[in-house]
Each structure stands twice: as C-alpha cells, then as structure tokens.
C-alpha cells in the first residue's frame, strides 16, 4: 500500500481485470477497423484516417461510459465493486485511445495546410455564436485534455500528494468530461449523418450513466446512512443486538462525517468510516483476519486504534464508545487517527464467528 | 448495512465462488457489449459520394487557357486521350492550397498544366503538380473563350472546398468535416457550392464573392451547413461559376 511506489502492484485480479478490458477494447476495434469496411464494401470508400478516428472516438467514448456506469452500479448492487477495484487503468487506457482518435483526426483534417495543425484547431472554425456549425473540435480537445491530466495524477503517489479530498475533486472532472465529449458528438457527427444507428447507440450510452446516477442517488438517499441523535456530545448507533459479528454499523455525525462501529468478537470499537486511501467505505467492509478491510480496495485497519497493520502506515480516526442501556453511543468528536481506544464488550456475549 | 451471506470481494485475494459467477457473466457481458459496438458502428458509416483521385491514370498534361474568375480555372485547347479540348478543369495545388501564386499573371494566356486528375462524375479538377513542370509557359496566342451569362439564381445547399468535395477527402464535405473545409479556402484552393437541385445539369459550381473577388470571409460561418443564397450565374465551357451575393446567405433547415 504505501511502503514505497512502484508503479504498478500487480496482484491477479488486476492482470484478470486488464486483460479482459484489452480483449474488449481489441475486439472492438480490430472490428471496426478491419472486418466492417468489407461489410460496408463503398464503391468510394471512406478514407481509412477518418475510418480510424471514428474507431477510436467511438471506443473512447464507449470505455468511458462503461467506465461511468460502474459507481453507481456499485452503490446499488455491492456484487459490482470488483469493477471499482482497477478503474483506474480504464481510464487510463480510455486516455490512450482517445488519444488515438485526436491524432488520427488532427493528422487528417488539421493536416496539409500552410498553417500549423495545432494552430489551425484554434482558429479553423470559429463560428462559436452559433450552434448549428459550433467549432465542436474544442470540446473534444477540452475531454482530452482533462483525460491527460487524470491519467498523469491517477498513481496513488499523487493521492497522496494532493490529499485524498482534493484528488477527489480533482478526478470528479471525469464527470465535465463526459459531457463534454456529449456535446463533442451531439454538435459534431450527430449533426452530419444519414445513418443514425451511431446516434442511437451514443444517446443510450450517455442516458444510461445519467439514469444510473439518478437511480444511485435515489437509491442512497432511501436507505442511506442516517443521522442518529445527539445528547451532550454523544450519539445514539443503535441497539447492542443489531450488529453483527465482523460488520460494523454507519452513522452519520452532526459535521456530516460518517462513523463506523464494528464488532470484533462480541467487542464494540468505533472507528472514522473514511479510508485513507480514496474514502471508501470502512463500514461496509469486513472485519478479516482481526483487520477491518475497506470493500473498495482492501486496505486494512487495526479496529481498535485505527492503524494499519506494519509495515503500512495509514491511519482513520477512533471514536470513544459506551452503552447505556440497551443503546450503543459514539463521541461525536473524533480522536486523533491512531488513538487506541479498549473495545467496549457486549454485555450477553453472542456465539462467536470467525470467518478466518 | 451489508449482511454477512453477500460474498466480500478483496482485490488481492482470490475471490469467492457465487461472486465468481456473478463476475463471469458480468465479463461476458462487457465483452460482448464491445464487440457489438464494433460490428453495429463500424457497419452502418455513411457512404461517401462517389468520387476521388485518379492517380491510376498517372499524371495528365494538357494545354488551355488559364482564366483567373478569381480562382484559376483552365479551358482545354489541346487534351489528351482522357482529357478532351473543350473541357475545363478546375485547378488545385498539393494539400490545403490553391495555385494563385503560380498562374498570377496567366489570366487569357496558354499553358500546359501537368496534374493528377481528381473527378467527380463528368467534372474534374486537376492537382497541379508541385514542381516546375506544374505550369509550363507555351508559345502563341490564346484563342477567345466565350462566357455565357445565366442569370441571378436564388439555390440552396452547401458550400465547401472543391478539392475535397473531387474527392480528395471522403467524407469531403459536411459539418464534421467543416474546419477542414475552412482550412483549404484558407488556403485559396477553389470553393464550390453544392446544390441541392441540379442546375443546368450540374448540381455544383465553383462560387466566388461578387465582381471577381475571392469567397468573401462571411461565408465562412456558413460552410458545410445548409444555405440559401443569391447569385449572377455564368458557364465556362462545362464549368459554371456563382457570383454570390454575400447579403443573401441565410441558414435554411435542410
Ligand atoms: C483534440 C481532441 C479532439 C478532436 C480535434 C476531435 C475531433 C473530432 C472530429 C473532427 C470528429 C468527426 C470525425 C468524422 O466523423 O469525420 C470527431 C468525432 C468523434 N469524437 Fe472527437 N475529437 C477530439 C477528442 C475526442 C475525445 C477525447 C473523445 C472521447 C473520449 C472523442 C469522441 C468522439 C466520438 C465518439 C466521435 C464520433 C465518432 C463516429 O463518427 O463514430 N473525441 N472528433
Ligand atoms: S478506498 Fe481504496 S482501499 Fe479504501
């Protein structure tokens, strides 16, 4: 996790997960590029720069919506969060192809002229008052741009280095992105063709990751985390009873932060439901060999005092807990991460589990 | 809250069975998404219009008189086997260029012109060759060639590049392609208009701005999009020319 950085830490799930995201995006384009000119068989066919670009524009764009869709599927379904666990060289490799596309597209219609063809992107077209005719180049430059910057800061190094609240924000451009490039097509190709089985394709595409985030938020916002109630400082989890061995219990605090309380072995330990890697989840993780595990990509922390287990060196905030009554309560304020805080045992303790 | 019978993924370990067949299906599904994306996209292209390159003819040289309308065309006097006297061929430079420059001074006077044929139905255009055996000076008088005026015509449809629109770009003409478009005018190589109704047999013409002058800047907002504009027709052996009038440009819906 965070001993030192290399690259890349392979693991096999990773190697399953890029390689069959290679088999889809070479059987879409070995497809398009080599098998459909012969089904279209032109008497004049289309020169093949343009045939490429299309491909590779068209499988950028696909990638990325894939890429979108996996968030909130993940939310409403937790099968899907294997999916999560390597976007990151998605989105990468969708960097690559889309970068294909522009230069494909750059080498061919900004290409030949007297005048640069970096410069003839700027100065080509510049009917930006009107829609219809809209220079729809500088959207996608504006994508690939903003793919480039993702790309280059996707390493956990600048995670680290810029925070995870700021690389969070920083990599929720993806979102702009995307609609950019909607609006890259939608004033561009959609506007020029006969054929409209790529219009049709392109609008499911970019309605499904928009309903899907709707649905997603619609969905948390249902049975999402709820606020418990505060006295003096303290606020109300739950009953002794309803947690489950090696699972935990979000709340959400009066500041908005999220807490997690889990059972280990019949003892309560409540620690920040914010990992410190990317802010998964905590509280929907697993307590797994005596270490809660984070569901996005499995760090893990000690429960008691919020520590990853040597030679790593993350740390969550702990909260302090007592009981009363038949009601667990957690401190609203946070101890400083790392804090050991002694488990709080169940009063009836319950038939234990391991799920080693 | 997740309960203990949903199976928990980690990345690093190997993961458990039900899930496992969950992600199957799941891979076979992504895989088959791409696949069909492939096949459906890439097989439904628009076709491009029939036109293009003949560099299978090899380089063409023939003799005529150059008329500059501003955009230098060329009426054949003497032809070859391809290229019958009498015909008139629009003339381009290599890449995003016209062949201003070269023929400056040629308006009404003979010469021998070396290029590559591009043709697009019966109308061709020749890329002149870059070299100096491009345009050669030859002796003698150049015999009149007559104009004949046809009118002010109000049409409809697109305005582009010629080049590309001969073929030398497929697709050549539209909205996508439009900066591209741009970007040859720019460049001086001859700009057409493409009519949605065939006009005297031709349904494109080589446009100019009014009283000889290049495309006016104006028509640049409107290019590769539909239009309607007003203009002084004229033909030049099978070549017809617009004289468009620059007030009179308005988008139209297609
Ligand atoms: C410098 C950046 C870019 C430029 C100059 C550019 C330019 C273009 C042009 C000129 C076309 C029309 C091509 C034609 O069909 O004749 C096009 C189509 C397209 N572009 Fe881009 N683009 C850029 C970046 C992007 C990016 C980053 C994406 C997506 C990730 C993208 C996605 C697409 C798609 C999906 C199409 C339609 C392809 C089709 O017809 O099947 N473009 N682009
Ligand atoms: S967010 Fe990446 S492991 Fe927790």
């Known amino acids: 996790m965070s001993v030192k950085y290399i690259p890349v830490q392979w693991n096999q799930n990773k190697w399953i997960y890029d390689a069959v995201m290679l088999i889809g995006v070479v059987a879409f384009l070995y497809i398009f590029l080599f098998v459909t000119p012969d089904i279209l068989s032109h008497d004049y066919r289309i020169n093949p720069q343009v045939h490429n670009a299309r491909a590779f524009g068209a499988c950028a764009f696909l990638m990325l919506t894939v890429i979108l869709c996996i968030g909130p599927l993940a939310r409403i379904d937790k099968r899907f969060l294997p999916l999560l666990y390597n976007r990151r060289h998605f989105g990468v490799m969708t960097t690559f192809v889309a970068l294909s596309h522009a230069s494909y597209i750059i080498n061919w219609y900004f290409a030949f002229a007297r005048s640069d063809k970096y410069e003839a992107l700027l100065f080509a077209n510049t009917s930006y008052t009107q829609i219809a005719g809209f220079p729809f180049e500088v959207f996608g430059v504006f994508a690939l741009t903003t793919l480039l910057i993702l790309a280059a800061t996707s390493h956990d190094f600048w995670l680290k280095f810029l925070t995870p609240p700021v690389w969070k924000r920083l990599h929720s451009l993806i979102y702009v992105a995307y609609v950019a490039i909607v609006a890259h097509v939608s004033l561009g190709i959609l506007q020029d063709q006969q054929n409209h089985v790529f219009s049709f394709i392109f609008m499911a595409g970019a309605l499904l990751v928009a309903g899907l985030h709707a649905y997603a938020a619609w969905w948390q916002w249902r049975g999402g985390d709820s606020r418990g109630t505060v006295r003096d400082g303290w606020l109300t989890v739950g009953n002794i009873g309803e947690i489950e061995d090696g699972l935990a219990k979000i709340k959400v605090l009066p500041n908005g932060d999220r807490v997690a309380v889990f059972n280990q072995a019949g003892k309560l330990s409540a620690i920040s439901n914010a990992c410190a890697h990317q802010n998964g989840p905590l509280g929907e993780g697993r307590i797994l060999d005596c270490l809660v595990t984070c569901p996005w990509h499995g760090f893990q922390y000690n429960v008691t005092d919020g520590r990853s287990p040597a030679p790593f060196t993350e740390m969550v905030p702990t909260f302090n807990l007592r009981l009363r009554g038949a009601d667990i309560e957690v401190h609203t304020d946070p101890n400083p991460p790392g804090t050991y805080v002694e488990p709080v045992p169940l009063p009836q303790l319950q038939p234990v589990e391991t799920l080693a | ?254």
């Open chain 2, 1 to 254: 809250m997740s309960d203990k019978n949903t199976p928990f993924f980690v990345g690093y370990l190997p993961s458990p069975g039900p899930l496992r067949w969950f992600l199957m299906t799941t891979i076979g599904l992504f895989i088959a998404t791409f696949v069909s994306a492939g096949l459906f996209i890439g097989a439904t292209q628009d076709a491009p219009m029939p036109s293009g390159f003949r560099f299978d003819y090899g380089p063409q040289t023939v003799t005529g008189v150059i008329e500059l309308t501003p955009y230098p065309i060329l009426r054949v006097t003497q032809g070859n086997e391809l290229i019958q006297e009498g015909k008139t061929l629009m003339l381009a430079g290599q890449g995003k260029n016209g062949i201003d420059q070269r023929v400056m001074e040629a308006d009404g006077q003979l010469r021998s012109i070396t290029g590559i044929v591009l043709q697009r139905g019966t109308i061709d255009m020749l890329q002149v060759d870059g070299r100096a055996r491009g345009v050669v000076d030859v002796e003698g008088t150049a015999p009149p060639m007559e104009t004949v005026p046809l009118g002010r015509w109000s049409l409809a449809g697109e305005i582009c590049d010629g080049k590309c629109l001969y073929g030398a770009m497929r697709p050549g003409t539209g909205l996508a392609h439009r900066a591209c478009a741009a970007l040859c005018l720019i460049g001086d190589v001859p700009p057409v208009f493409v009519s949605s109704q065939p006009i005297e047999g031709s349904d494109f013409m080589l446009i100019t701005g009014p009283d000889g002058t290049v495309l006016p800047r104006a028509a640049y907002d409107f290019i590769g999009q539909f239009v309607s504009l007003e203009g002084d027709l004229e033909r030049r052996g099978d070549v017809m020319i617009l004289r468009i009038d620059p007030q009179t440009m308005e988008l139209t819906a297609g």
